[in-house]
């Protein structure tokens, strides 16, 4: 009986395989538009560093555009983002994760920016930052920064995208580090007070460099005309041929030493600002109104 029921199971879970096989990656005969839910492997997208036979993305189609919730992953298979779609837009709730899996950001995403709360993670799961942004993607509100241990590292308000009242800063132990004073996003330093730490402060973790200093591409990556000609060492803002920004920083024989490299997903969505210090990833920056 348990070996009948055993085959029973076998055949409806292989039957089950087979009907979803037949309905995945539908393109109407009549139209030639895709339709339905599509797994999108990379032996289509053709992505570097993917295997053939990894999976790229997945989600439903109508009518050829994107609708509802796209999946995209890492070449190891782990997730990468989780992307609302209304009409091939990215529009609705947002998820973007580390490489290893762990949720990095996530909040509402519409016509390329972050609109309301948002929050971005540490790779230990404590939050880095709670924003606030209005629905044309300019900060406001109360804003908070943590610390990888779950500390305030500093609160205040903005108003149409600028530092606005006083702003708390706090040392990692707890201790006031800062009363700051801002006018219009302008720091007013009369009226600005600094503190030295009340107990000692826990010791600084060693930087580990996460990634390689990002290398330029100058087949792909140019400066603007108003820029002199990229060489690979100095200063540089590069931008990819669509008017996109590259990266922005001092290099060094072609890499990126001291700068931001702005990283986006297949459909052109800015979805990390990488910050590099000394060759050496140290994290990422928060993506402005201006940065899209």
């Given at each position: ?5 055993l ?5 409806q ?9 037949d ?64 009409d ?18 996530e ?45 305030v ?29 801002f ?5 007013d ?8 730490p ?19 591409d ?12 990229f ?31 702005y ?11 990488a ?18």
């Open positions: 009986m348990k070996q009948f029921l085959l029973l199971f076998t055949c879970v292989a039957l089950a395989q087979s009907v979803n096989s309905t995945l990656n539908q393109v109407d005969p009549n139209t030639g538009l895709k339709q339905g839910y599509w797994i999108v492997y990379n032996s289509v997208k053709k992505l570097p560093t993917y295997p053939a036979e990894a999976k790229v993305e997945e989600g439903k189609f109508a009518d050829s555009k994107k609708m509802g919730i796209w999946k995209m992953y890492f070449p190891n298979g782990n997730m990468k983002s989780e992307i609302t779609y209304t091939n837009r990215p529009k609705g709730y947002a998820k973007m994760y580390y490489e290893n899996g762990k949720l990095q950001e909040g509402n995403w519409e016509n390329n920016r972050w609109v309301g709360d948002y929050k971005s993670y540490y790779e230990n799961g404590q939050t880095f930052y709670n924003f606030k942004y209005t629905n044309t993607g300019k900060r406001e509100g109360k804003q908070e920064y943590f610390y990888e241990n779950g500390q590292m500093m609160t205040g308000e903005m108003h149409d995208g600028k530092e606005a009242g006083v702003w708390e800063e706090r040392y990692e132990n707890g201790d006031l580090r800062a009363k700051k004073a006018n219009d996003g302008a720091l330093a009369e009226n600005t007070e600094v503190y030295a009340k107990q000692p402060l826990p010791p600084k973790k060693e930087e580990v460099s996460k990634e390689p200093p990002k290398v330029a100058a087949n792909k990556e140019k400066t603007n005309a108003a820029q002199k000609p060489d690979g060492n100095g200063y540089a803002k590069l931008f990819f041929s669509g008017g996109r920004i590259s990266k922005d920083g001092d290099f060094k024989n072609y890499r990126l030493i001291d700068g931001k490299d990283v986006y997903n297949s459909d052109g969505i800015l979805e990390k600002i910050v590099y210090k000394a060759g050496k990833y140290v994290g990422d920056a928060p993506i402005e109104d201006k940065d899209k």
